[in-house]
């Protein structure tokens, strides 16, 4: 099996400001968990908003309630062990003051012959390859530990390099450096062991760990310096102050003349020359109604000005790229030519973006719960 390369398309569908002064409306959730045949009650199913502790768990009757819920643009989720993962994004208006009833369907079980990588070192690394797509490869990742693997299957795809993951329940990963367990629903994952190219969906409960108090630091020192802190910043007009720079580097009209940058370092450098600085204002717009929206044509290159926590531990492991002495530099490329953005900092599409730098590493076990907000 080939190693793990980072030609990544991970895109996990993973942010309340601080900063800004616009409020969200608050909401009750009330409903029932059944299976699609005969409506069967289901019970202890968790119910949850992704990437955010906002979540509970069904009763014996299915029935659940969630009190005083902030919607964060974010996908509501239902998963219980055996069944198919239901999701789906809802507004205020379609599920405030009503009783809703989720139905989902039973999970089909791969056949014992579908199964690949039965010898566990083929295993061994079949899961390395997925958690590190998952996790990646900062100091907060390496303090992760999975509780359930064997709970995880491995298929071969109809092209014999490529495989894909299966789990028929809610994989648990415990992050001892952010406190927090990471309870993560597997849509789809598969690796090409030719190319490395990796594609990673999938839905995370957050559950804090302790006393909040014990990893406040940690938090911190995540937060400072992610793309969370940087939409944040954005909306609220703030990148000047919270550190951050912003230039624009436009599209090539003619793709020959960057033929001889086949090297990824000089590519990035003659992109960096040519980088104009842009003023938030040219980056997000807000319409009659209050949304926002991200317009940018070309890439974007934003740098913190100030050195992460994280720069380290990357460093030191020879991960990072970028010339900064000082802070850190990544690429935003958009994929489309408008993505939404709500005033909590939160992607409607979080799947439009891609990113590089340092940011490229900026996975599961260094970010942090939608609803999460520095001390």
Same mark, same amino acid.
């Not at 202890?44 to 955010?52: E, G």
């Not at 039973?106 to 690394?125: C, D, L």
């Not at 990673?200 to 802190?229: F, Q």
């Not at 939404?340 to 490229?360: F, H, Q």
């Given at each position: ?56 768990? +069904? ?5 659940? +309630? ?52 039965? $010898? ?86 957050? $559950? ?147 990113? $590089? ?9 260094? +970010? ?8």
């Amino acid at each position: 099996m080939a190693p793990l390369k980072i030609s990544w398309h991970y895109c996990w569908f993973l942010s309340l400001l601080v900063l800004s002064t616009t409020a969200f409306s608050q909401i009750n959730i009330t409903g029932r968990v059944v299976d699609e045949n005969g409506d069967t009650p289901i019970p202890n199913a968790s119910v949850y908003f992704n990437n955010t502790t906002i979540a509970t768990n +069904t009763n014996s009757q299915g029935a659940f +309630t969630l009190d005083n819920v902030t919607l964060l643009n974010t996908e509501m989720v239902v998963a219980c062990k055996g069944y198919e993962v239901l999701v789906f994004k809802p507004t205020a208006a379609q599920i405030e003051g009503k009783r809703i009833v989720v139905k989902i369907a039973a999970k089909t079980r791969p056949q014992k012959s579908e199964i690949a990588f039965t $010898e566990p070192a083929a295993r061994r690394q079949a899961l390395e390859i997925l958690f590190q797509s998952f996790l990646g490869f900062t100091q907060e990742a390496t303090q992760c530990a999975i509780q359930n693997a064997q709970a995880i299957y491995f298929m071969q795809g109809n092209n014999k390099s490529v495989f894909a993951a299966y789990a028929d329940t809610t994989i648990v990963i415990i992050n001892n450096m952010l406190g927090y367990k990471m309870n993560l629903d597997i849509s789809e994952f598969f690796y090409d062991q030719l190319t490395g190219a990796n594609y990673l969906t999938g839905y995370v409960r957050y $559950e804090p760990l302790g006393n909040s108090k014990t990893y406040a630091k940690y938090r911190r020192d995540c937060y400072y310096g992610s793309t969370m802190h940087f939409y944040r910043s954005l909306i609220a007009n703030q990148l000047y102050q919270q550190g951050y720079a912003t230039f624009l580097i436009p599209p090539v009209k003619d793709s020959s003349k960057m033929s001889f940058y086949n090297d990824p370092v000089a590519a990035a450098e003659n992109e960096k020359m040519r980088a104009v600085p842009i003023p938030a204002n040219q980056i997000l717009y807000i319409d009659s109604a209050n949304n926002f929206s991200i317009r940018a044509e070309g890439k974007l290159l934003v740098q913190y000005m100030k050195n992460p926590a994280g720069k380290k531990f990357l460093t030191l492991n020879e991960n990072t790229s970028g010339s900064l002495k000082k802070g850190v530099e990544s690429f935003l490329q958009f994929k489309k030519a408008n993505i939404g953005l709500n005033n909590a900092g939160v992607l409607s599409d979080p799947t439009s973006v891609n990113y $590089e730098g340092y940011w490229k590493y900026e996975r599961a076990a260094n +970010t942090l719960p939608f609803n999460y907000q520095p001390d």
